[in-house]
């Protein structure tokens, strides 16, 4: 019960925080939904790109239309049709959104039960929603009570993790040892750097990495190409600007034309075009001459491709870097020289190189993580002003009793309007002030020289999921606490202790409101609204020519893993801390996670197309940053159990602390450190005769799932002999990597394709690609015909197949018609790769 106005204004203001922020964000998440439900069918593109933008084997069957007929589709979808469409990582991903969900569902039932009636009934009798936290228990005997529970969370976490992580392995290496993957040019390829100059050239290199297991089936010796890599760019700009003004001329002809009546007949012949129409620019803007853009852009590409004809015939004369990619004739081979030599990374696929990272020598890249690792660490402190001032805002009906000028503001407001201030504001300004933070810590990321687009996204990982531990759970946690102390702390100062005890626990209504403001953004996850208001604002104003129709028309969206494993992993955090402190977070923790199950679940079947695979490594690094979250519950509840003098249930506490670090120590160092987890152990690889080098496979472990892979050998050898080729057939027989922990009914990893591999896989882009195609749109009067023929004429590959310009005036473009331009744009001829290697010793 109240004992006076002020603590009444204050359970009024701190009820219409909670109701607040739990109507306005039902409101929100509703709306979202069913917009989506309404507008889904209205843009395949946008919600089901995956129906048909992909390759046959993993497209996804198109969703049945209706209210809600979406989500049977989404939830009822086999795991190993998860992991064929979203990848290892996808389905590893939201294998830890469903184990949030579940362990807090189940929390919720003992938290709801038991531990907020111990808090409630018979105590304090705080006001409010101060009533339901451990802040209200008088009673020092019911503190046993919460660590006790503590244990039993602690305990399920770590189980289940354990089993988590046992399941990631398993999968793991039934990923890395299917057939079409042991064969591929990922698997039997690594990446070597800090080479010797002595060392550095193809015979040596060879020689030095024959004695593994199949020997070296080629080596890619890497350059630095920067001119002919600014050239190459310089020229598909000019490509861009060339087929910009041919798509604007004809717009322009075509208007004419039925502006002026004359016949499609009377102007088929390009000489009667008038020159009025044809585009023009200055040479120098402002004050240049004026020229015939077309031609001028046709001019400057022929000399490019001139120019970079010449410079590709003298490929050896670019200066070599310290770093080789070394293809295997085996996967074996690839897999004992990666855990055995010089620094290296295996499992690396060609989207995932940064290429202009490759020049960076070892001693820079450790002085720009320094640089990167110091700016991260100052962005974290200077981020502490802002958000103990969002704080301050949710504890508004606190800071007015020390705050004097405060208080006429506070008096004059309804405790319904002050409570939307404090719940809703509060959690919307700590989400704006996080919206533009991924963006500066990638390119730090990015700064620190990594050579792998996925070792970008784990080092954001890491960088995010600190900023928010420390500036969204730690300062806000303290700050609500001390705010919320302050005023009794300056009436009488010898209540520090009590009032922090207190009152500490009080910063749990903040973090109610957050958690209710994720509901939403479930909701807008599944809507795609960023994309879509793209897409559309794209179509409408930004996109002009085929080429960009197309890009448009079939680019698939990702997700940036550095930035969506980090926000998951601290609301699981803020849960487990406040799940003793305040029960009422565990049910909405539950909603948090399920809402976004099923909404990622959806688009990763459906929307998402991931580039860069891992094969599942994202959830090692998710999981030891959920280590600090259970450290955090258990420091936190020991400090709690100190400051409200029940020091045995404090020490209970200690102890528990030390087994979960001792517990977390050994399985970091089982699963994380263990070599099975990165690499594959040598049961897995198979048997080496010495003698031969060549690898025998052990049938306890594979099934004979790839028929001309394997050939019957001497029985004094073995049963089967490796030696994979692209050429091979895969059955759909799975392989079988079980041991006796393992049910064989569980989810299993399904053969894919065998991908294509080249000769020029490993070579820099900009070292082969090709003279890349113009892309003109057919029109009603075939001025086109003439316009392609003057620009094969020029040199340059030209082409109308596929798009059009309608009645209307508007281009289309048929995507199953369209040219191919990315294939077309990389040569697959053998003669780059003869060039690239000849004289690699000069």
């Known amino acids: 019960m109240t004992t006076n106005a002020t603590e009444q204004v204050t359970t009024s203001s701190a009820t219409s925080t909670l109701i607040s922020a739990l109507i306005f964000n039902t409101a929100i998440t509703a709306a979202a939904f069913i917009t989506f439900d309404l507008i889904r069918k209205r843009s395949t593109k946008i919600f089901e790109p995956k129906t048909y933008l992909v390759p046959e084997r993993k497209r996804a069957p198109p969703v049945p239309s209706g209210f809600l007929k979406w989500l049977k589709p989404a939830l009822m979808a086999s795991d190993?049709?998860?992991?064929?469409?979203?990848?290892?990582?996808?389905?590893?991903?939201?294998?830890?959104?469903?184990?949030f969900m579940i362990l807090f569902a189940s929390f919720s039932i003992l938290g709801i039960g038991l531990i907020l009636p111990l808090n409630y009934i018979n105590q304090y009798d705080k006001p409010g929603l101060e009533s339901f936290t451990i802040g209200n228990v008088k009673d020092r005997e019911r503190l046993y009570v919460h660590v006790i529970t503590c244990y039993i969370f602690t305990a399920a976490i770590l189980y289940?993790?354990?089993r988590e992580y046992y399941l990631y392995v398993r999968l793991r290496h039934e990923s890395l040892t299917t057939p079409e993957h042991r064969i591929s040019a990922r698997a039997t390829t690594i990446l070597v750097v800090g080479i010797p100059e002595q060392l550095n050239n193809e015979e040596d290199l060879t020689n030095l990495f024959s004695v593994f297991p199949g020997g070296v089936k080629r080596v890619w010796i890497n350059r630095e190409p920067s001119r002919l890599v600014d050239l190459t760019v310089k020229r598909m700009n000019l490509i861009h600007k060339l087929e910009c003004a041919e798509t604007d001329f004809l717009l322009k002809y075509l208007k004419n034309l039925a502006k002026d009546g004359e016949s499609e007949q009377d102007v088929e012949d390009g000489n009667k075009v008038p020159a009025s129409l044809r585009p023009i620019h200055r040479t120098i803007p402002l004050i240049g001459k004026k020229v015939d853009s077309i031609e001028t852009y046709r001019e400057e590409i022929q000399k490019l491709n001139g120019e970079i004809n010449e410079w590709r015939q003298k490929i050896n004369s670019f200066k070599k870097l310290k770093s080789a990619f070394i293809q295997f004739n085996d996967y074996v081979g690839a897999q004992l020289a990666a855990t055995l030599t010089i620094p290296r990374l295996t499992e690396i696929s060609?989207?995932?190189?940064?290429w202009e990272n490759l020049n960076i020598p070892r001693i820079q890249r450790a002085f720009r993580k320094v640089v990167s690792t110091s700016v991260t660490t100052a962005l974290i402190i200077l981020w502490i002003i802002?958000?103990?001032f969002v704080a301050s805002i949710s504890t508004l009906s606190q800071l007015e009793k020390v705050i004097p000028f405060l208080t006429p503001l506070v008096n004059k407001l309804p405790a319904a309007a002050i409570g939307i201030i404090q719940g809703i504001l509060p959690a919307i300004g700590l989400a704006i002030l996080m919206m533009n933070l991924p963006v500066i810590l990638r390119a730090l990321s990015k700064?620190?020289?990594?050579?792998?687009?996925?070792?970008?996204?784990?080092s954001l990982q890491e960088?995010?999921?600190?900023?928010?531990?420390i500036n969204v759970l730690l300062v806000t946690t303290s700050a609500n606490g001390a705010f919320q102390a302050l005023p009794e702390i300056i009436r009488n100062p010898t209540s520090i202790v009590s009032s922090l005890a207190q009152n500490l626990p009080l910063a749990s209504t903040f973090f109610l409101t957050y958690v209710l403001l994720s509901l939403s953004a479930a909701a807008f996850e599944t809507l795609q609204i960023g994309t879509l208001a793209m897409y559309l604002l794209s179509k409408i104003l930004l996109v002009k020519t085929p080429r960009q129709i197309l890009q448009l028309e079939t680019s698939l969206t990702s997700k940036d893993w550095g930035v969506t494993f980090p926000p998951h992993i601290l609301?699981?955090?803020i849960g487990l801390v406040y799940s003793v402190i305040q029960p009422l977070i565990l049910p909405l923790a539950t909603l948090h996670f399920a809402l976004f199950y099923v909404a990622y679940r959806y688009n990763f079947l459906y929307v998402y197309e991931q580039v860069q695979e891992t094969n599942g490594v994202l959830f090692l690094h998710a999981m030891k940053q959920f280590y600090w979250g259970i450290l955090i519950f258990q420091l936190t509840m020991i400090g709690l159990m100190f400051l409200n003098e029940a020091f045995v249930a404090g020490v209970l506490s200690v102890i528990l602390f030390v087994i979960t670090l001792g517990v977390i120590l050994g399985m970091r160092n089982h699963f994380s450190h263990n070599p099975k987890a990165e690499f594959l152990p040598v049961d897995l690889m198979g048997i080496i005769d010495i003698k031969t080098r060549k690898v025998i496979i052990d049938t306890e472990h594979f099934t004979k799932s790839i028929s001309t892979v394997t050939e019957e050998v001497d029985d004094e050898k073995a049963d089967h002999e490796f030696i994979g080729s692209t050429s091979k057939q895969v059955s759909e027989k799975p392989t079988e990597v079980y041991d006796e922990d393992t049910d064989q009914n569980e989810v299993h990893i399904k053969h894919g394709e065998l991908e294509k591999e080249s000769a020029n896989t490993y070579i820099h882009p900009a070292l082969i690609v090709n003279n890349p195609i113009v892309w003109i749109p057919e029109d009603s009067a075939e001025v086109y015909i003439e316009e392609v023929r003057t620009c094969r004429e020029s040199g340059l590959n030209a082409t109308s197949r596929g798009a059009t310009i309608s009645e209307n005036y508007k281009i289309k473009v048929d995507i199953t018609e369209a040219?191919?331009?990315?294939?077309?744009?990389y040569a697959e001829s053998s003669d780059i790769m003869l060039k690239y290697t000849a004289n690699v010793t000069d």
Not at 447 to 458: I, N, Q, T
């Open 80 to 99: 190993e049709e998860l992991i064929l469409r979203a990848g290892l990582d996808g389905y590893m991903f939201l294998r830890v959104i469903r184990f």
């Open 447 to 458: 700064f620190e020289g990594f050579v792998r687009h996925s070792a970008v996204s784990l």
């Open 819 to 825: 040219p191919n331009l990315k294939d077309e744009l």
């Open 160 to 162: 289940t993790m354990y």
């Open 350 to 354: 060609r989207e995932d190189v940064i």
């Open 386 to 388: 802002p958000v103990l």
């Open 463 to 469: 960088k995010y999921f600190f900023f928010l531990l």
């Open 571 to 573: 609301m699981a955090s």
